[in-house]
């Protein structure tokens, strides 16, 4: 990877002036003379931009949550729902708290029938009336003013909560005494370090945590949120550095340039475009999370590296999306995962649900379709090489050896979950150029090396992941 670092750092040297860049690449720190690489606009809100407003409406909540906790913690879930709706109704104003006001009634007055078709009817309609036209332009109407933040947060802050509300109102249809009441649905959705940006954190869990009266930490609690938080900054410091040398998120826009550079440069520019993804995720939900466990929460836990990726059931750069999604539609519908025809069923509305969440187009249909694909045939494959003669090789040749045949198997598993991903990140013209100099135009040297590193890189895990198992059981 620091073979392909330099290729990649080479081409953002000596091509900063490109037209292409002029929108995307700006001025950089000061000091450091040299421009940056600017092109996603969350993460330049986040930690450049709008930093400063992010951090004054965290710290006040922190501050509110933590005078409540002392003085009367059995109110503090009120508070948090207060402070939130204050601070939504600042940045937003007031008639989008009554639209969000008005979804959460719909939803809630839905839930109270205790059918799940229902609920999931009525929430996933909504979902969709802000994924289409005309139903987007008129709720977007009732946000007053324009600012930079506004698209970004109106939508955020609308998604989001129809998937809390249809979290609610599933676990309404669950609970078999009575109903919950419309004010724990509001104090769950207007949590607001879960509000505009997630993660979603299912309201069983949400409503057990924020309404737990007992309010203790294990040893060295405090000391692990500080390091988080700290272990955050740094890498939000690395990050930045980072993109004032390598232009990993501009570059692949420029498909006259990409045709110019070496094999290695633009796979491990696909690369490192998942890794930057991963951490943005990582960074930002380690945010919102070090908040949230200050406030004795347990939020989703950040998405797992890409690095440690190889097969498709643990692919995913949201834990909470990822979580929702599990609890309430693949392992509902999908049982124990032993029957091909349920996978199917299970991973087809899992994947049709995320299609909708993300927003519907060409290229969200095809990642959807080729990761469904991908799942399917992972469970297709594990049974197939369940059957005889299979199952007995195995059982004849060692461990070690079982696993590198598996590794082999994996590397390619590996590649397939990169292209498909920097299909959704990227571009179609960027994923097909990726896989023409990976698998035809550079066979055999490409190829063969890329994997070969990949083989080794899928061993570390594997032997990683046996060492834990080992560690685990005793």
Not at 237 to 245: M, S
Not at 460 to 466: A, F, G, N, W
Request: hydrophobic share 50%; with cysteine.
């Amino acid at each position: 990877m620091l073979w392909a670092a330099r290729w990649i750092s080479d081409v953002s040297n000596s091509n900063s002036n490109r037209k292409t860049f002029k929108t995307s690449v700006q001025t950089g720190w000061y000091y450091s003379g040299r421009k940056m690489d600017a092109a996603d606009v969350e993460w330049m809100m986040w930690f450049s931009t709008f930093r400063e407003h992010i951090i004054f409406a965290l710290s006040g909540h922190v501050i509110f949550a933590k005078i409540c906790t002392l003085l009367a913690p059995q109110y503090r879930s009120l508070v948090f729902m207060v402070y939130g709706m204050l601070a939504v109704f600042t940045s937003m104003g007031w008639a989008y708290v009554t639209l969000i006001l008005s979804h959460c009634v719909l939803l809630y007055s839905i839930s109270l029938v205790k059918l799940r078709w229902l609920c999931f009817a009525a929430g996933l309609t909504t979902l969709a009336t802000f994924k289409m036209e005309p139903f987007i332009s008129w709720q977007a109407g009732f946000v007053i003013g324009s600012f930079e933040l506004r698209p970004l947060l109106f939508y955020g802050g609308c998604g989001f909560t129809i998937m809390r509300c249809l979290s609610f109102a599933l676990e309404n249809c669950e609970r078999k005494d009575g109903n919950y009441s419309i004010l724990e649905l509001l104090k769950y959705n207007f949590y607001l370090p879960f509000f505009y940006f997630g993660p979603i954190m299912t309201f069983d869990k949400f409503y057990i945590q924020a309404n737990n009266p007992t309010l203790t930490r294990k040893d060295g609690e405090m000391w692990n949120i500080s390091i988080q938080a700290l272990l955050n900054l740094g890498v939000i410091i690395i990050v930045a550095v980072i993109l004032h040398f390598m232009y990993i998120l501009t570059i692949p826009s420029d498909m006259k340039l990409l045709k110019h550079i070496s094999d290695w440069a633009l796979v491990g520019l696909a690369y490192l475009n998942l890794v930057y993804d991963w951490v943005k995720a990582a960074v930002m939900f380690g945010v919102i999370n070090t908040v949230s466990r200050l406030d004795h929460l347990d939020p989703p836990k950040p998405p797992k590296c890409i690095t440690m990726l190889y097969v498709f059931s643990e692919t995913h750069f949201d834990r909470g999306i990822n979580d929702f999604l599990c609890n309430y539609v693949y392992n509902y519908l999908g049982g124990k995962h032993d029957n091909v025809l349920d996978e199917l069923i299970a991973s087809l509305c899992t994947f049709g649900i995320t299609a909708l969440w993300l927003g519907p187009s060409w290229v969200v249909f095809i990642w959807a379709f080729l990761n469904c694909f991908g799942l399917n045939f992972e469970l297709w494959t594990a049974k197939f090489f369940t059957m005889e003669p299979f199952i007995s090789i195995e059982m004849a040749i060692s461990e070690s050896m079982s696993r590198r045949i598996r590794a082999v198997f994996n590397t390619f598993n590996f590649w397939t979950i990169v292209l498909y991903n920097v299909l959704a990140l990227n571009s179609l013209e960027f994923a097909k150029l990726v896989a023409m100099r990976l698998f035809l135009k550079g066979f055999p040297l490409t190829t063969i090396m890329v994997m070969f590193v990949t083989y080794c890189l899928i061993q570390l895990i594997k032997e990683r992941e046996r060492r834990q198992v080992t560690r685990d059981r005793e």
